[in-house]
């Protein structure tokens, strides 16, 4: 048996010839099925359908809202362990997981598969796709950080401790809202919904910016029925 992650960019327009060729070669691709409106699986269904390849969407396992964050996550990741442990042994063969962008970030699918392999006799392996922020960087024409200097990848909800600790050059993926209040001289690049028709994008001083930020944020929601994005803030020099 055999299982490829393949990272898929944030849609066809970025699925690489390499991932193209794997993909190819597998005879099916496993993917969660979120019981409402899932725009994901209607994208990967896209993808494995330009290519061929067969879509065994598995019912997600519901994740429990009330109980602790950490708990709760590690319950729903045995839950679908289990579940696609079920699809790889009736199934066999080489299976591929197709993850939005790249990966190796916010992802649990190689953790996934690294416990599938503790259970059964898989070999798997990973193919790179376009991140988020990479996809952010280009569209602002910017490098993510100071000339020889770090980024510091983070999620919304470490944003004020990460600051507290002395970041000052931050990607922050990840928001459930923009809470920047305090921030208002630090300079923003922002974008939601990268890669798709509802794309937005606005850069400047947080203070001059937030207002215009959170309008094209309600409007990327209203018109895709989702949104996602992400933001560089950089301390002022
Ligand atoms: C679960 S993480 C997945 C990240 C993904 N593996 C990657 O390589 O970018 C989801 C977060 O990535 C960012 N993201 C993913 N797709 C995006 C998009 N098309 N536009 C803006 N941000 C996006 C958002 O911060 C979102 O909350």
Known sequence: MRIRIIGVGMGP?????????????????????????????AARRAIAGAHGVEVVAVPDPPRDREADYERAVADWHEARVSAYE???????????????GDPSLY???IRIVERLAARLPIDYDVLPGISAPQ???????????????PVHVTTGRR??????????????????????????DWSLWWGANLGTPTEALAAGRVGDVLDEIERARDGAKAAAGWVMDLYLLRAPA
């Open 13 to 41: 327009q970025h699925v690489t010839p390499e991932a193209a060729e794997a993909l190819r070669g597998c005879d099916y691709v496993i993917a969660a099925a979120k019981n409402t409106d899932d725009g994901l699986l």
């Open 86 to 100: 079920s699809v790889l042994r009736e199934r066999g063969g080489t299976a591929a997981f197709l993850v939005w």
């Open 107 to 109: 992802d649990s699918t």
């Open 135 to 149: 996809l952010l960087a280009a569209r602002h024409r910017i490098v993510l950080h100071p000339v020889g200097g």
């Open 159 to 184: 944003l004020r401790e990460d600051i507290a600790a002395g970041q000052t050059n931050l990607c922050v993926m990840l928001n459930a809202h923009l809470d920047l209040a305090g921030l208002e």
